[in-house]
């Protein structure tokens, strides 16, 4: 076992199991050891990608965005990119808006990211950007903010449906060998207090269960929704996640639940092996985050294909400028790089994006495409 797995299959034989929330909120973000809390985890080199990660033509997309959202609301706008890792997005963004007429004195940078470890190597990489641990220290301000798989990152309760009433999954031991160091981390199942209310929750959003299916809830989502929500006066609220809507998140296409893990660009349903060695996630409830955002007055359009919105914003741009390339080899390459990012069978289908908007019409722009035509800005 490493440190942190001992120190939590302690816990479990000290306090008995763990539910899968708490477990998986140590495993991602214990200071001591947990997955978010060194550096290098995303991209090529690390156990997953993201588009922020992959092509810088992602963010110069988003700064379109932002190019879009100022001429509307005028004045200087803010940036704010909630779990922005290590700064990847804000730094294209940055060259993008740098190297747009006017510069970027328009635009004010902020990046919110919890690890402490990858807000050091944001800091490092970008300067010029406002650096925060917390939302809670974003003022209210008009402009764009990004949540890029922000909430696919927050731990989520395990259950399974039996009847009429869900079981609590939590994470116990057995023992595999001698000692402490043979005990391995085992599903258990177990009481779940707030069955009733769950359950009503759920049918509340369409949803409906069937018996032995194992599925997850998340539950700071809806406050975390609203958090955001409140930070914004006018400007967009921009959601890239993996996930669906509540009656297909839970149809019978997923009956054993979306909870796996990543490692080394390696899928895995084994959740509990070696905390902080890979990240755990699971899907968003999108229907989830509508209600949340319109009971917090915002204007919700999507979730639409991260393709479809990223050729509203402008990809197409991106790939006429990859022709310009001096070598034949090179445009291949920037080619298939640009694909990655509106792949139909890879991120530019499975990730969605949600748009929560406060003060402008803009976003139909953004998740109705091509009706409205793609947008062109300089920043």
């Keep these: ?197 769950l359950l009503g929750r759920l049918r509340a959003r369409g949803a409906i269960l069937r018996p032995g299916q194992i599925l997850e809830v998340r539950p700071a989502a809806p406050s975390l929704a609203i958090s955001l929500s409140g930070k914004i006066s006018g400007g967009f609220l921009l959601v890239f996640d993996y996930g669906a809507s509540t009656r297909a998140l839970y149809g019978p296409a997923r009956h054993l639940g979306t909870l796996e893990a990543f490692q080394a660009h390696q899928v895995t349903r084994d959740v509990l092996s070696d905390p902080g060695s890979r990240d755990i996630t699971a899907w968003v409830d999108f229907t989830e985050l509508e209600t949340a955002f319109r009971d917090a007055g915002l204007t919700v359009a999507g979730p639409v294909s991260q393709a479809r919105f990223l050729a509203a914003a402008g990809i197409g741009e991106e790939l006429a400028a990859a022709e310009e390339r001096p070598t034949e080899a090179e445009r291949l390459a920037e080619r298939h790089a640009l694909g990655e990012l509106v792949a139909p069978g890879g991120m530019g289908e499975s990730i969605r994006v949600l748009v929560a908007s406060r003060g402008t019409d803009l976003a139909g722009r953004f998740v109705a495409w091509p009706r409205p035509g793609i947008v062109r800005s300089n920043h």
């Design 1 to 197: 076992m490493n440190e942190l797995a001992a120190r939590l299959a302690g816990r479990i034989r000290r306090d008995g199991p763990l539910r899968f929330d708490v477990f998986q909120e140590l495993a991602l973000y214990d200071p001591d050891g947990g997955y978010y809390e060194r550096p290098g985890r995303v991209g090529r080199s690390g156990d997953f990608i993201t588009a922020p990660s992959w092509h810088r033509a992602f963010g110069r997309c988003l700064a379109r965005v932002a190019g879009a959202i100022r001429e509307e609301l005028g004045g200087t706008i803010d940036i704010v990119d909630v779990g922005a890792g290590e700064g990847e997005l804000l730094e294209a963004m940055h060259e993008a808006l740098r190297s747009g007429s006017g510069g970027d004195g328009r635009y004010r940078l902020v990046g919110v990211e919890r690890s402490a470890a990858r807000r050091c190597r944001a800091r490092e990489r970008l300067p010029e950007a406002l650096w925060l641990s917390s939302i809670e220290e974003v003022s209210r301000f008009s402009g764009l903010l990004i949540a890029y798989e922000l909430f696919d990152a927050l731990p989520v309760r395990s259950l399974i449906f039996e009847g009429e009433r869900l079981l609590e999954r939590v994470v116990g031991l057995k023992r595999e060998g001698s000692g402490e160091t043979g005990d391995v981390f085992e599903w258990k199942e177990g009481e779940c207090a707030d069955s009733a209310e």
